[in-house]
């Protein structure tokens, strides 16, 4: 199974955050990529830098034949795409997507998977809840329940708002 993190806090050339995130799960069904389910649109409070707008995050499931390099480049790129520029750690951005888990492959370096910050960070937790309940964490084999369960009481990315994500036709 392959677990992408979408997230988006400002405008940018595909619109507002909502409208973004739209076009992103969109665009992780094709060139290479099929998109398998995704989960609802949430708002979240921001993490890290808590002084910019509130997030829209989800999870996406995808296949693709892409080892985990030419994925991120592939994310990377569908980023650039979406008006994407890498400034400020943790700061205001049109999309970020992160490659949370890559058929449960454990390994460190320049690209870590599974990503090391799922275990604290409830904007991935709780649609990884929704969309992959029995899903563990190829690490701690934990739930995102449970991971989430843990960070009771922390205000971290947490969950404001969640919001159907019908998609455009």
């Known amino acids: 199974m392959i677990l992408i993190g979408l997230g988006s806090n400002v405008d940018g050339p595909w619109g507002h955050p909502r409208e973004t995130m739209l076009r992103a799960l969109r665009e992780l069904d094709g060139n290479g990529t099929e998109l398998v389910a995704a989960s609802r649109l949430f708002e979240t409070s921001p993490f890290g830098m808590i002084n910019q707008p509130t ?31 890498r400034r400020l750690r943790w700061g205001p951005r049109t ?5 949370l888990d890559y058929h449960g492959l454990v390994r460190r370096g320049r690209l870590k998977l599974p990503h090391p910050g799922i ?5 991935w937790l709780t649609p990884l809840m929704e969309l992959v309940p029995r899903w563990r964490h190829p690490v ?22 969640d919001k159907p994500a019908e998609r455009d036709s």
């Open 140 to 161: 701690k084999q934990q739930t995102a329940q449970k991971m989430r369960s843990i960070l009771s009481g922390f205000t971290r990315g947490g969950v404001v708002l």
């Open 95 to 99: 999309l970020d997507l992160d490659l």
């Open 119 to 123: 275990p604290e960070r409830d904007f």
């Open 55 to 85: 997030f829209v995050n989800a999870v996406a499931q995808i296949r693709t034949a892409m080892p985990p390099e030419a994925l991120m480049q592939h994310l990377h790129d569908i980023e650039r795409q979406a008006g994407r520029r």
